[in-house]
């Protein structure tokens, strides 16, 4: 009988020890989870632009060779789904082809988030058709506008519209949708206020649909990132603008007309709560350049690259300076 007493407690013992141990074990996950916000602490969100995107990514995989632990995931559904998650807290990093817009920054405000605004990059635009098009060489900011001002929404349909030595044909319009910065942009550069386009036409964010869209149609003109023509340049036709060709000179010098800043958010309550923001965002703007260069975009000049460096080391809150966005 006491053997029987002895070997009861003994267990009674085992069982208290082995029950405090799981509810140490559960106490700390639930403490993890509050600090991580459901997921991993060390866990990077990236969503945005697709322009933006291959930079990133570029970014992230680079990094993830030398920090293997590291859980980076990197989206690119548009500069606007982008700003909505980064302004909702569901991003650490907001990619962006354009600066961000008053109602987004306060979204921003309102959910608390407070950020950096880093130019990383130069983008130019490209204007192209298919290679079989052998009439249109050229076309200028006003022949855009006249065919993507939105009160050429089912009116301006020919090519001869547009200039009358081009034949009468039937012209097919492809170009980002309105999540996009290169809407954005493009917009306001052509038609002269963000966001008045026509509608009628080929819309999407991504731009290697645009891309298949043009090439596989001989009616075609569309617009997007010079990266993405200069990828898929057997396939297209890019047509100077105002006389200018994209390229990275002509961008970075500030001659061709459709030039751009490309931009990364960070949030600063990121900063704070995840280490791993940090090292990223560091090792993101310590090794832009080839960044760039692997995406085949262009690269700041040096000087505005330096002013975008000092806004991250001295952790410089807010948008950035018009002299340092401007290429």
């Given at each position: ?23 140490a074990a559960c106490g700390g996950g639930g403490g993890e989870q509050r600090g991580g916000g459901g997921g991993s ?36 559904g548009g500069t606007g789904d982008g700003f909505e998650a980064f302004c909702g807290g569901n991003a650490q990093i ?234």
């Amino acid at each position: 009988m006491r053997k029987f007493e002895q070997w009861r407690a003994l267990s009674t013992l085992v069982g208290l020890l082995s029950l405090a141990v799981v509810l140490a074990a559960c106490g700390g996950g639930g403490g993890e989870q509050r600090g991580g916000g459901g997921g991993s602490s060390s866990q990077i969100t990236v969503q945005g632009s697709s322009t933006v995107l291959p930079i990133s990514q570029a970014a992230a995989e680079a990094f993830k060779q030398e920090n293997s632990d590291a859980e980076l995931t990197v989206g690119g559904g548009g500069t606007g789904d982008g700003f909505e998650a980064f302004c909702g807290g569901n991003a650490q990093i907001a990619d962006a082809s354009r600066p961000i817009k008053d109602e987004e920054a306060q979204s921003c405000q309102d959910n608390g988030v407070e950020y950096i605004e880093l130019p990383i990059a130069l983008d130019a635009l490209a204007v192209v058709v298919n290679p079989q098009n052998n009439f249109a060489e050229t076309i200028t900011l006003d022949d855009l506008k006249t065919l993507w001002e939105p009160s050429a929404d089912g009116t301006v349909t020919r090519w001869n519209q547009v200039e009358p030595s081009w034949p009468d044909q039937q012209i097919n319009l492809y170009g980002p949708g309105t999540q996009s910065g290169t809407f954005d942009y493009f917009t306001e550069r052509v038609v002269g206020k963000t966001g008045e386009s026509r509608s009628d036409y080929q819309a999407s964010e991504d731009d290697n649909v645009l891309v298949q869209g043009v090439s596989g149609d001989r009616n075609a003109l569309g617009y997007f990132g010079l990266s993405y023509f200069e990828l898929n340049q057997q396939r297209l036709k890019d047509l100077p603008v105002n006389g200018i060709a994209p390229s990275t000179e002509t961008a970075q010098s500030g001659e061709y007309p459709l030039s751009r800043p490309l931009f990364i958010y960070v949030s600063t309550q990121a900063l704070e709560e995840n280490p791993a923001v940090e090292d990223f965002v560091s090792f993101y703007l310590d090794n832009i350049n080839p960044f760039v260069e692997q995406a085949q975009y262009v690269a700041l000049p040096d000087q505005i690259l330096q002013r975008s460096r000092e806004r991250w080391e001295n952790r410089t809150m807010g948008s950035a300076p018009d002299e340092i966005v401007a290429s």
